[in-house]
């Protein structure tokens, strides 16, 4: 069923993508993996929708890594790499360079001659950064010590990729790679003498820094004074294409040109328009290329030999688990945060795709070596979640709490009226306030470096589990008055909650929510005082827009108090009918409709005038007296 003309291949690789990926992002999965299984599911392997002309798709969708790189040289801004010299050589260096050479180490041992060992290391030394981020982001981890490690490590990583496609060609088979070749271009430096060539490339190179300092800039200013945005996105196509192609010309890697070009523009001022230009076409493009490498997995080999591949998605997990945790001790990082930053980069990365086609390409390694590689990539990041997963739920509960114990020996000899679990974003400023205005109070933290962190800082926090009772009794929890609870998961909060509700009835809690829907889970677990973290935020900027449009102060001041009471009723109504997704929708719906109408026609009727001629303190005490319960 392969057969079909461009119209049909694209429509075959886009309806996958549609279809794949959402289902993937629901599942946990992320986008990578989501294109990976809709690659895997159109190609010879699968529905056999796509065949060789898979191949073709594939020199297509190799430009998207170029976009890719350009992009992620214009994020990268000289004054942040150097802020974070430290953790990002130190950390990030260390890890590329030992966990290459541990997996160069085992190729060899494998019968693999040494170039090919190598390049087979450098490649599967990085990991997932679309994995990992998100991984972290959703369960609220990157503010932690082992979340900023990792952070620094994938930073790292992607910019290794630069240096890595400049070996590579040199440790080929021969002596020299093709890569010009294999796109079909003949270089410009072909037949020239060694010292020539290398003249050519400096030249080329000198070019693109220079006209992304003195010409870029003018050109787009230029293109902008016509206020044809399609012209603008034509010219950053143009840029990016361009340069590509004129390294391909000088024998170099498109890529490393263009990743130059966006170092050199990050401080540009049109950096963000390039960015908003070349996202979608990036994101698309590269979308087909995961696809394409989903398509050209060897499930036959997977099949015939799944004891090979399970060793080897054994051994590079094992490998990059040690290499990371052994970097982790040494940069001393707390047991419990070491086992996170190991568990969570222990696997192969979507540059390795790029790669092992670029070393292909080049003569570096044989397809008989890329393809049952190609698979352990592909597996070790599909199960990167499960890893995650394993860490979170018997590693740390069993291993991971051993710091726990450490901290627990030294004993909370103080009773306080409030307890605040969760020292982050949002527990810091209200416990800070709580202690200014001399209200004692017990803080407890699960992360143990933040915890020393804050006694550096001269804050009194002590490390451990709120939704332990043993540690709420030591915090002392049984004649406390108060519990706030701040921490970051949505689930450990409503863990201690109920904690403390079985436990500690007389405790009035009160429970940060990240949401509507957090809010409305607490207020079914019995929580009265929920407050919703930007809610407050978002009013006192509505406040401000108000005043900028030439609303008095206690105007907008009033209108932001009735619409927080509304709100406020309405999310404690609901709360009730959110399981019913129909009838919660009806009534949102009809809640929305009667808040506005209502505040429109105290505008029309004139603002209150009677109140809004002086600040007499009758009006102020009515408009803005708390509500007694």
Known sequence: MSEGGFFYQAFVYLAAAVVAVPIAKRLGLGSVLGYLIAGIAIGPFGLDFVGEKGQDIMHFAEFGVVMMLFLVGLELEPSLVWRMRSPILGLGGLQVVLTAAAIALCGVGLGLAWPSAMAVGLILALSSTAIVLQTLSEKGLMPTRAGQSAFSVLLFQDVAVIPILAILPLLAVGGSGHSAESHGATTWVEGMPGWAQTMAVLVAVGAVVLAGRFLVAPVFRIIGRTRLRELFTAAALLLVIGIALLMSRVGLSPALGTFLAGVVLANSEYRHELETDIQPFKGLLLGLFFIAVGASVDFGLIVAAPGLIAGLVATLVAVKLIVLLALGRLFKLSLDQNLLFGFALAQGGEFAFVLFSFATQNGVLADSVVAPLVAVVAVSMAIAPLLMLVNEKLIQPRFGTRETDEREADEIREENPVIVAGFGRFGHILG?????????????????????????????????????????????????????????????????????????????????????????????????????????????????????????RHQALRAARKFRRHDEDAVRELAGMWKDRKAYVIRAREIIQSVERMIRSEVEQGRHPELDAAWDATGLIDEYGERRD
């Open 432 to 552: 800070r306030l709580l202690l200014a205005n001399g209200v004692g109070t017990t803080v407890l933290d699960v992360d143990s470096d933040q915890v020393d962190l804050l006694r550096k800082l001269g804050l009194k926090v002590f490390y451990g589990d709120a939704s332990r009772v043993d540690l709420l009794r030591a915090a002392g929890a049984d004649n406390a008055k108060v519990l706030v609870v701040a921490v970051d998961a949505k689930e450990k909060a409503l863990e201690i909650v109920r904690t403390a509700q079985e436990h500690f009835p007389h405790l009035r809690i009160l429970c940060r929510a990240y949401g509507r829907p957090h809010a409305y889970d607490l207020l079914e677990a019995g929580v009265e005082h929920v407050y919703r973290e930007t809610l407050d935020t978002s009013l006192r900027v509505g406040v401000d827009a108000l005043c900028m449009l030439g609303y008095r």
